[in-house]
Nanobody, 126 residues
Framework: QVQLVESGGGLVQAGGSLRLSCAAS????????MGWFRQAPGKEREWVSC????????LQSDSVKGRFTISRDNVKNTLFLQMNSLKAEDTAMYYC???????????????????WGQGTQVTVSS
């Protein structure tokens, strides 16, 4: 059974930092492109960033570029999102997701992601 468990969310002041983690189990972690998405109340789910299977290739949305960094540890089966210079508009539930197995490209589309975590809340106070 595949499980993705996010942690590291919380309440932080604007300008602060948080590091999200996503522990994966039940799958061959390095077979999967991984991604982070977020959803704010009343808004659609938004792609944040994704990372290739080896960790070399990465994409970030324009809204977080230069502030957020995605990474992964294929030995510990863990995905990370380092979030710096947080803004009030970053407030959302953050989800990690695993793409379809052996997905051959980095994707921004939620339809390309097969497994999802339950999410971790990030709240940025202004």
């Amino acid at each position: 059974q595949v499980q993705l468990v996010e942690s590291g969310g919380g309440l932080v002041q604007a300008g602060g930092s948080l590091r999200l983690s996503c522990a994966a189990s039940g799958l061959s972690f390095d077979d999967y492109v991984m991604g982070w998405f977020r959803q704010a109340p009343g808004k659609e789910r938004e792609w944040v960033s994704c990372i290739g299977r080896s960790g070399t290739s990465k994409l970030q949305s324009d809204s977080v570029k230069g502030r957020f960094t995605i990474s992964r540890d294929n030995v510990k089966n863990t995905l990370f999102l380092q979030m710096n210079s947080l803004k009030a508009e970053d407030t959302a539930m953050y989800y990690c997701a695993a793409g379809e197995r052996f997905l051959p490209y980095l994707s921004r589309r939620s339809e390309d992601f097969e497994y999802w975590g339950q999410g971790t809340q990030v709240t940025v106070s202004s």
